[in-house]
């Protein structure tokens, strides 16, 4: 993964969260406060223009930046958690100005893991990690299977679209939708869904799959 790469991987995200911002919010409006897709698309808007003209030398850069923008810009718990993400992200990466795929998967635990910690949440409490946890499970067991990066990012992106389903029947646990208790199952949780959008994105540039988005519901 060269800067590039990993600028395109930000631009798809940033155009998938624009073309599902209303279902975003509409998801959060059920168990929320009705502003994910708007605080994301501010977000990852705000992203783009921070790195458009003056691309940062290396993946790792790109990455914190992106980061730093995400914690400054985005409303509510988003912010800090998607920030959280692209600086693990790229502290992991380093000063290298290309990464392998198998350095590009450590990168994706750490930042899932950066995730886990700042959010106080695992699997099943019905937030983003439903989603990213999975997938970066899935992209590791790929590369340790033998297969190619394109199948790896694939495999992630359809653990992501899978966890992100998953929340449906869950109770909240953690985050705003847990104030409501057992009203919460029954819903897809929205910070699943753009967690799954954003795993669509890596595999559709990093992977090169050209298939979009999965549907956002």
């Given at each position: 993964m060269s800067t590039d790469d990993l600028l395109?991987?930000?631009?798809?995200?940033?155009r998938l969260v624009a073309e599902h911002r209303d279902a975003l919010t509409e998801l959060d409006a059920a168990i929320g406060d009705a502003d994910h897709g708007a605080n994301m698309h501010r977000g990852t808007t705000a992203a783009l223009a921070a790195?458009?003209?003056?691309?940062p030398a290396s993946p790792g850069a790109l990455a914190k930046k992106?980061?730093?923008?995400?914690?400054s810009t985005v409303g509510g718990a988003s912010g800090p958690l998607y920030g959280t993400f692209?600086?693990?992200?790229?502290?992991?990466?380093?000063?290298?100005?290309?990464?392998?795929?198998?350095?590009?998967?450590?990168?994706?635990?750490?930042?899932?893991?950066?995730?886990?910690?700042?959010?106080r949440a695992e699997a099943g409490d019905k937030t983003m990690v439903d989603a990213l946890a999975p997938a970066v499970a899935a992209c590791e067991e790929a590369l340790a299977a033998g297969r190619t990066w394109e199948e790896a990012l694939a495999a992630a992106a359809d653990a992501a679209a899978a966890g992100r389903d998953a929340t449906t029947p869950l109770v909240a646990r953690k985050g705003r939708a847990s104030y409501l208790g057992e009203r919460s199952a029954g819903h897809q949780d929205p910070g699943a869904t753009s967690a799954a959008l954003l795993l669509a994105a890596a595999a559709e540039t990093l992977g090169g799959r050209g298939a979009g988005a999965p549907d956002s519901r």
């Open positions: 395109a991987w930000v631009r798809a995200f940033a790195v458009d003209g003056a691309v992106v980061g730093t923008t995400l914690v692209f600086l693990r992200l790229g502290t992991a990466l380093g000063d290298a100005a290309t990464a392998a795929p198998a350095d590009v998967a450590a990168a994706l635990r750490a930042g899932v893991e950066g995730v886990v910690t700042r959010g």
